[in-house]
């Protein structure tokens, strides 16, 4: 089957970096995304890996290693308001979908 | 330019019902997605719609279905409701094949079903 597995909650402090990570299992897929949701809040997208290696988006960067059907999402310089839940995802190749993980919850602390 | 949205946000449905959510996409956006969302699951994959085609149905009964109109507007309808169907019931669109990864998501309908 296809399945993502991450983490259910992180904690860090504010100002710190954290990283969260997304083990994969598919058999062919187009590449990797990240979405973030908060409360009550649709998921919104933050960044997409489809080549092995490291993305940056401003304080977000994303790292995706299809060999070890793994990737993660840093976070750095951690702000109250990146408590969230964050969401790895895979396009399925030739499939017509998008798999989700169960999403990590991370809290910031100050 | 608009986002994604659905509608009705909010709805409270007993046992038995019937229920259907619309979803209108970003515009020029051709293919819609459907997910179920409940606490602690993730998103789980409903339905992908393009040109009005479903190209593929997730692992649900065939209670729950969905149709796509030609102006890419898509409802899905969810028939003899059970408790277990309470969920935030997400819509999401992208410009073509969604090959780049990049979905946008309405803020979804919340059903909770009595």
């Known amino acids: 089957g296809q399945s993502l597995e991450q983490p259910s909650e992180v904690t860090a402090v504010e100002g710190a970096i954290v990283q969260i990570n997304c083990t994969y299992q598919?058999?062919?897929?187009?590449?990797l995304s990240w979405y973030q949701q908060h409360d009550g809040g649709a998921p919104t997208f933050l960044s997409y890996n489809a080549l092995d290696g490291l993305e940056e988006t401003g304080r977000f960067s994303s790292f995706l290693s299809r060999s070890d059907s793994y990737g993660y999402l840093l976070l750095q310089e951690l702000q109250m308001k990146d408590s969230a839940s964050y969401f790895c995802a895979v396009r399925v190749a030739g499939g017509f979908k998008t798999i989700f993980g169960a999403g990590t919850r991370l809290f910031v602390k100050a | 330019k608009a986002g994604v949205t659905q509608t009705p946000r909010y709805l409270i449905k007993t046992r038995g019902q019937q229920v259907t959510l619309s979803c209108s996409p970003i515009s020029g956006h051709r293919s819609v997605s459907w997910y179920q969302q409940t606490p602690g699951q993730g998103l789980q994959f409903l339905f992908e719609?393009?040109?009005?085609?479903?190209?593929n149905k997730g692992n649900f009964p065939g209670r729950f279905s969905g149709r796509q109109f030609s102006n890419s507007r898509s409802e899905m309808n969810v028939s003899t409701l059970e408790l277990g169907d309470s969920a935030l019931y997400l819509c999401?669109?992208?410009?073509?094949?969604?090959?780049?990864?990049?979905?946008?998501f309405g803020e979804g309908s919340r059903l909770t079903v009595l």
């Open positions: 999401a669109s992208s410009p073509g094949d969604a090959n780049t990864g990049e979905l946008f």
């Open positions: 598919t058999s062919g897929f187009y590449g």
């Open positions: 719609y393009f040109s009005e085609t479903q190209r």
